[in-house]
């Protein structure tokens, strides 16, 4: 049996090695844009390919530079029950209590987003259009990340109860079999954040709390389905590919009562709402004549770099897919 679960994650591991995989970050910023204001519009718009496109740019500089795995992660548990009130919310105070060493040991994410939030801000008040894009794609990725319950949970890959490989079963193989055809992704306007370390930490403490469902129900269907019809060999982007099979991730959504779909709809309207909330705390600056430089030798050479990091690599730290 434990061979079995240690094929089953080696077959799936490198097919779903990122936080809601690159599908689902990408998808996330692209529906984000439609909940913009016309004045953002008018600039997000044209440039939904680039927002998309570097929505998993974060993920892939995981291979290039070790401090930015914990940018992606908090494990919530290790700080006691719920609602974790031994963690300052706030980064000084939390530094002051538990050391920057240890906080980064278990995962720093909701700090992150308020420096990629204040990087968007002030990229707003300069109107620096390549700057505005850059931050505003990785902004979004960090904000989906923390919705993902296995982002806020020590068991992130199911590796404390047998379950590797539910990470990217979760986050990838459920959006990528029915984000297209079943979800409703369309979800109206952006609301400004008054508070948005509040609503990041409350996304987070929801998503720790969802952690357990995510881990139970799998052990629950796991005993429903012999292990031949766990997985299957299935198309994935145009290639048979060894996978979770199409019933038992039919069965699993099923069972998480909708709970994928939630979380990715919670992500678009957060990432949205912050992306508005920059602008508006930016001053609201006029977007309408800016449009994006071509890249510099420099951004080039950055860009091969993190490609290269990508495909030849190992991860740089922790795995927490
Ligand atoms: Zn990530």
Redesign the pocket.
């Known amino acids: 049996m434990l061979r079995f679960y240690i094929l089953a994650y080696l077959l799936c591991l490198s097919y779903y090695a990122?936080?809601?995989g690159f599908f689902g970050?990408q998808k996330i910023n692209y529906h984000a844009v439609f909940l913009l204001p016309p004045d953002m519009l008018v600039f997000f718009k044209p440039h939904i390919d680039f927002l998309s496109v570097h929505a998993v740019d974060?993920?892939k500089r995981?291979y290039l530079l070790e401090q930015e795995g914990p940018r992606?992660y908090i494990d919530l548990d290790h700080y006691g029950p719920a609602p974790y009130l031994s963690l300052p919310r706030d980064w000084k105070t939390a530094v002051a209590a538990c050391s920057e060493d240890s906080l980064t040991r278990y995962g720093i994410a909701p700090w992150w987003i308020q420096v990629m939030l204040e990087r968007l801000t002030r990229a707003f008040m300069a109107k620096d259009p390549d700057k505005i894009l850059q931050y505003a794609a990785e902004l979004g990725?960090?904000v989906a990340?923390i919705h993902v319950p296995l982002?806020a949970s020590s068991n992130h890959n199911g590796q404390l109860t047998g379950q590797h490989g539910i990470h990217g079963f979760w986050e990838s193989r459920v959006p990528e079999l029915l984000a297209d055809t079943e979800w409703d992704l369309l979800i109206g306007q952006a609301p400004y954040c008054k508070d948005p370390l509040g609503m990041i930490w409350s996304r987070a403490i929801q998503s720790a709390a969802a952690a357990d469902t995510v881990l139970h129900t799998e052990k629950i269907l796991r005993k429903q389905f012999s292990s031949d019809q766990v997985f299957a060999y299935e198309e994935r982007k145009g290639q048979l590919t060894r996978q979770f099979s199409s019933a038992y991730t039919l069965a699993y959504d099923q069972l998480l009562n909708g709970m994928v779909e939630r979380r990715m709809r919670a992500s678009i309207e957060a990432v949205a709402s912050l992306w508005l909330t920059a602008w508006v705390n930016a001053g609201q600056p006029s977007l309408a004549s800016l449009s994006r430089q071509p890249y510099s030798a420099q951004d080039i050479v950055s860009l091969q770099q993190l490609e290269e990091a990508y495909k030849n690599n190992p991860i740089k730290g922790r795995e927490?897919d």
């Open positions: 990122h936080a809601w970050h974060p993920d995981r992606h990725h960090y990340d982002h927490h």
